[in-house]
Structure formats: structure tokens, C-alpha cells
């Protein structure tokens, strides 16, 4: 069952238009992160990697095992701005592990195949 959509579609597209044009509030990036994320469960539907942006937001995606209890062996985390330049396609998966603006832990861990996110991608 694919995770509950929270954030409108067109309101999501809509914040990462306009993060991509550098005219966002905090409101504004904050919408954009919590639509891409959601995106990403969409895409890849599952429990096996959290995927955290603080404090933006995090989701569980990705199939695989499920965790129950602690932290999950499967944890990504960045800020706010590496997540939308990867889920947008400006920043390289390679490139923000490689400068450690990514951490990324356990096996499944790797979201290069999945980003960037085509309902977010740069387009011009």
C-alpha cells in the first residue's frame, strides 16, 4: 500500500519551482522537501531505508526488510538544500557523498538509481 499522500501535488510542484528559481521562504522549501519525500515513496514504496531530512521531514521507502525497533539499519540524512538539489537533479548522488553533505548507512542505502525524482527534476 503506498504511503498517504500529505502534501497537494500541485502545491508540492509548485514550492519546488519555485526553490528552483531561489524564491522560497522556509514555508515554501519546507513543502518542497515534505512533497519530494513523499515522491520518493511513491517511487519506491517500502520500509527498508529512512530517508531524514531535518527537520523538514523523513520517510520510510524502498522494499526490502522492515525494521520494528531503534534505529533502522538503512538511514539516510541531509539537509534541507543537498535533498533538493539530488531530489531536483542539481547535485549528483556521487558528488554529495563524495563532499559528505549525505550520509548514507546500511546496504540499501544508495538512492543514485532513484534520484533524481522525475516529478522534481530540473528542467532548464
Given amino acids: 500500500m503506498p504511503a498517504r499522500r500529505r502534501t497537494d501535488p500541485a502545491q508540492g510542484r509548485a514550492a519546488v519551482a519555485a526553490w528552483l528559481a531561489g524564491e522560497t521562504d522556509r514555508r515554501t522549501t519546507t513543502t518542497a522537501v515534505r512533497f519530494t519525500l513523499e515522491e520518493l515513496a511513491d517511487v519506491a514504496p517500502g520500509n527498508a531505508v529512512e530517508v531524514r531530512v531535518p527537520p523538514a521531514g ?17 538511514v539516510v540524512e541531509t539537509d534541507v538544500e543537498t535533498w533538493l538539489a539530488l531530489a531536483t537533479g542539481r547535485l549528483t548522488w556521487a ?5 559528505g553533505t549525505v550520509s548514507a548507512s546500511g546496504e540499501r542505502a544508495d538512492l543514485s538509481a532513484l534520484l533524481p525524482l522525475q516529478a522534481a527534476r530540473d528542467r532548464s
Avoid: E, K, L
Avoid at 58 to 72: K, L, Y
Avoid at 95 to 99: C, E, P
Fill in 58 to 74: 523523513a520517510v520510510q521507502a524502498v522494499a526490502g526488510p522492515r525494521h520494528t525497533r531503534g534505529t533502522p539499519p538503512n
Fill in 95 to 99: 558528488d554529495a557523498a563524495a563532499s
